[in-house]
């Protein structure tokens, strides 16, 4: 690193310092990389295309930056002046429809393995694979340290405006944006004294995890190998907790929350209950926040009470009421709060995580003359045994992350239909009490058993019929 090099050298936000803890404890895990997948149909102009992605690294001091722990108290980021984002081209046109997708799980797993040189940025790069005439598979990879899913819109956006702008040979003047620092500058002016009092407050008598027990596997040669599940709820399901929303003024985001804490009660037992969630992270107090580039989302305990006689809606907005309070300390660092709560023996605070997320694009703001974006998807995976992801579209989607190594894929598959089951509870009757929801659920598990049983003697008297002839057979042979 040549001095002359380097524009700017800063902190890190409490949210990259744990990610980078966690990055340079499992260093080939592809912890925190991100990999978000799109189909571009269309005459494509690749001078312009790579013009205009080298034109916004150039404008964005977080796509520009390095991150440097070693030999130093405390890790830094450092933001160098010029940059060169590689973009990396691929032709599968002769291929098969199968083989292009039995080459691209191939090429995804290499690419996360290959992950990045931390201290080398961009720590980003872009893959165009041609699949058919004018049809193109993107892939962008990126660590999550410098960007969060907030960043993907901007920068998506502002890529096709400059794109039609070069394929023109016209020049663009984009909007002045503020740069990251701006945020750790603003993080370091905060007061925690009042921050400590809210979140010392909030956990107090909270002294155990919340634990998931959902049919663990404690199979620890699958350490680390995370798998995925999601479904995606019916059109008329969806319409109906839109509705449902709307007319008790509660937030998707809410119902979701509110579903999981049911769920997670009812498998832990436990009526006082806390999990992860995560929040956008951007302080309303810093002009322009909006158009910023960098990590600023966070995890925060949420700390729910379940009382079975309560009423459903009631009890929902006094959920979302308690989120509302939390969102003014949405900076505070996991760490700090962990210190403040009355847990022990350096155990975590949770082992579940929710994120609702917007569909990744708004495709009505990137939509161009020459190029039409579709079938848009993305690639991670955190830390935590469990993440559940609410997309929300046209149809709610519901999405599991989970390590193999803690959880069965058929404990996984029950539980995201016991989600299905509560939401449909939840729209059928919005006053029911809780109990009747946790009714349900035991209802449905004695079903599952019941399902699973039959199962398993049927198949266990079809092996009977196979093997039974043969052990016959065996026992007259002499050489047996």
Same mark, same amino acid.
């Given at each position: ?6 524009e700017?050298i ?8 744990g990610?980078?803890f ?5 260093p ?18 690749f ?17 520009r ?6 030999n ?11 940059v ?12 098969s ?45 990126t660590?999550h ?67 998931l ?20 709820? @019916?059109?008329?399901? #969806? +319409?109906? %907790? /839109?509705?449902?929303?709307?007319h008790?003024?509660?937030t998707? *985001? ?18 006082d ?21 960098g990590?600023?989302?966070n ?24 989120y509302?309070q ?7 660092p996991?760490?700090n709060?962990?210190?403040w709560s ?21 495709? @009505?703001?990137?939509? #161009? +003359?020459? %190029? /039409? ?5 993305f690639?991670?995976?955190? *830390? ?41 509870s ?33 198949f ?14 065996l ?6």
């Open positions: 690193m040549k001095l002359e090099d380097v700017d800063y902190t890190l936000s409490p949210t990259q310092q990610m980078l966690h990055i340079l404890a499992e080939n895990s592809g912890i925190y990389l991100e990999q978000i997948l799109c189909i571009l149909q269309g005459k494509l102009n001078s312009a295309f790579e013009k205009a992605w080298q034109q916004i690294v150039k404008r964005h001091p977080s796509l930056t390095g991150f440097i722990s070693k130093l108290d405390k890790p830094v980021q450092v933001v160098y002046r010029r060169k984002l590689v973009i990396e081209q691929y032709d599968w046109q002769n291929f429809n199968y083989k292009q997708k039995e080459q691209l799980n191939t090429f995804l797993e290499l690419d996360r393995q290959r992950g990045f040189q931390l201290s080398e940025p961009p720590l980003m790069r872009l893959t165009l694979i041609r699949i058919d005439q004018e049809v193109y598979q993107l892939i962008w990879t660590y340290l410098i960007l969060d899913g907030w960043c993907t819109d901007i920068l998506l956006k502002e890529f096709f405006a400059l794109y039609e702008a070069f394929c023109r040979d016209d020049s663009l003047q984009l909007q002045p944006c503020r740069p990251y620092r701006d945020y750790i500058a603003w993080l370091k002016k905060q007061d925690l004294s009042a921050t400590e009092a809210f979140w010392r407050q909030k956990l107090t008598g909270f002294k155990k995890p919340t634990y027990a959902i049919n663990r596997s404690f199979n620890y040669g699958e350490k680390d190998n995370y798998a995925q599940q999601q479904i995606q709820l @019916s059109a008329n399901i #969806t +319409t109906a %907790l /839109k509705s449902f929303a709307k008790h003024h509660l998707l *985001n809410t119902l979701f929350i509110g579903a999981w804490a049911l769920l997670l009660s009812h498998y832990s037992k436990e009526k209950i806390v999990f992860g969630t995560v929040v956008s992270g951007r302080p309303v107090t810093l002009p322009g926040i909006e158009s910023i580039v990590l600023f989302v995890t925060l305990p949420t700390r729910v009470q379940i009382s079975p006689q309560d009423s459903l809606v009631p009890w929902l907005k006094t959920l979302q009421s308690q509302n939390l969102r003014q300390y949405e900076h505070t996991l760490i709060i962990q210190s009355e847990l022990s023996g350096g155990l975590p605070l949770f082992e579940s995580l929710l994120a609702c997320q917007n569909s990744l694009v708004n495709f @009505s703001r990137i939509q #161009t +003359t020459s %190029l /039409k974006v579709d079938n848009i998807h690639n991670s995976r955190s *830390n935590y045994p469990l993440t559940l992801v609410m997309l929300l579209g046209s149809e709610l989607t519901l999405v599991a992350q989970y390590n193999l190594s803690r959880f069965q894929t058929t404990a996984i598959t029950r539980m995201l239909g016991h989600f299905e089951a509560v939401f449909n939840m729209v059928a009757e919005p006053y029911l009490q809780l109990n009747a929801l946790t009714n349900l659920l035991n209802e449905l598990e004695k079903k599952e058993k019941a399902s699973d049983f039959k199962k398993l003697k049927n266990t008297a079809n092996k009977l019929k196979i093997i039974q002839p043969k052990a016959i057979e026992s007259n042979t002499k050489d047996y």
